[in-house]
């Protein structure tokens, strides 16, 4: 069975701070993402991340992919308080459609 | 590109009420579409893998005969909530997929 382990649940910062939200996984697996969602919403896609080693950047956000490991990050350089929000890592095993979520990272960013 | 669409946007219903919730990918065919729900403060958990012109594969504590899963076509999924009760009230988000999911805005229902 496919599970997914995201943290830490909740995540307070001081802006301007770094910090890293962690996902491991139990199985080999075709795709990890991150997702971001504010309250009330539905969820936003920020990475796709495909193949051992990968990594991609978007503005503070960083995300990296270690399939032996079978662990991904998502970095905050310099937080600031436009990115409070829950994120998501999620998992898919295509031939399976299987697509399992972690608990979510509550992030607060503090002035 | 890539744009999943889902009506109603909320729900109230009375308990014993059936709710009907559809999901459209815009620009799109999509020939799998998903179904999630998420609880206050809780993680999204895959309810049912909709296939189109197939039935719906249920996801292990998910009832097939209260949770109706429609695919008629390759940019229609629609989920019918059966008898619904408070215990229903969530946040449902579809999505479709094509290379990779697309999340749909989600449908909130509220039963009272």
């Known amino acids: 069975e496919l599970k997914v382990e995201q943290n830490p649940l909740f995540l307070s910062m001081q802006e301007g701070k770094n910090y890293t939200i962690y996902c491991n996984y139990s199985?080999?697996?075709?795709?990890l993402y991150w997702y971001r969602q504010d309250p009330g919403k539905s969820l936003e896609s920020l990475f796709v991340l495909l193949s051992n080693g990968a990594v991609k950047q978007e503005g503070r956000l960083m995300a990296s992919l270690d399939t032996k490991a079978r662990l991904s990050t998502l970095h905050i350089t310099a937080a600031v308080h436009d990115l409070s929000a829950t994120y998501f890592c999620a998992v898919e095993r295509i031939n399976n459609n299987d697509m399992r979520f972690g608990a979510g990272t509550r992030l607060t960013v503090k002035p | 590109g890539a744009v999943v669409s889902q009506h109603p946007s909320w729900v109230i219903c009375k308990s014993g009420t059936s709710v009907k919730i559809e999901c459209r990918s815009l620009?799109?065919?999509?020939?799998?579409m998903f179904w999630y729900r998420q609880f206050p403060k809780q993680s999204l958990m895959l309810m049912a893998t909709?296939?189109?012109?197939?039935?719906?594969?249920?996801e292990q504590g998910v009832e097939k005969d209260k949770f109706l899963i429609n695919h008629a076509s390759l940019t229609l999924s629609t989920l019918t909530v059966t008898s619904a009760h408070p215990e229903d009230s969530s946040f449902y988000i579809c999505s479709a997929r094509v290379v990779q999911q697309f999340f749909g805005p989600g449908t909130r229902l509220t039963v009272l």
């Open positions: 909709s296939n189109e012109g197939s039935k719906a594969t249920y």
């Open positions: 620009d799109f065919q999509a020939t799998t």
């Open positions: 199985t080999t697996s075709d795709r």
